[in-house]
């Protein structure tokens, strides 16, 4: 008689790999959302349009403080290492997201602040964040997002 493969389903459907395909279309959406806002600068548009802007470059417009961040508290906030967030920085530098000034309360150090540019992609993010979110809830309904809002809330603090 031959034996039974084991059941590898699990592989496929755990929680963990279904919050990461959720995170993936969450921001896949926003940043198709972005590219196509009338206030984002068309530099910009087009290069999310392209996916050259993508899930990595939002990791600072998550992270970056309203008045700025150091590199190493930026990174930590975000989850990456400092080479790789000082990389991306350095594109969005290139691309007038972000720029690098003198720290006020340490000399040695530099803060990375939004530019121009940047608050104007922070303002079609939050907007493209609210808008991904209204679309969520009215694809699973009203009870159910609020649920999973919670209990991502209390499983993620």
Not at 108 to 119: H, K, S
Request: proline share 4%; net charge neutral.
């Amino acid at each position: 008689m031959p034996e039974t493969p084991p059941d590898d389903r699990w592989r496929s459907a755990h929680l963990g790999r279904l919050l990461g395909l959720a995170l993936r279309r969450f921001d896949e959406r926003v940043l198709h959302l972005m590219a196509h806002d009338a206030n984002v600068p068309l530099a910009l548009s087009n290069l999310a349009a392209r996916a050259q802007i993508g899930a990595a470059h939002v990791h600072i417009t998550r992270h970056l403080g309203l008045q700025g961040s150091r590199l190493t508290e930026l990174a930590q906030s975000a989850g990456m290492s400092k080479q790789a967030m000082g990389d991306l920085v350095t594109q969005c530098e290139a691309w007038d997201l972000v720029r690098r000034e003198p720290d006020p309360l340490d000399a040695r150090a530099r803060r990375i602040v939004f530019t121009a540019t940047g608050l104007l992609w922070l303002e079609a993010f939050r907007l493209a964040v609210a808008r991904a979110e209204t679309e969520f809830r009215a694809q699973v309904g009203d009870d159910v997002a609020t649920v999973v809002a919670l209990g991502l809330e209390a499983y993620g603090s």
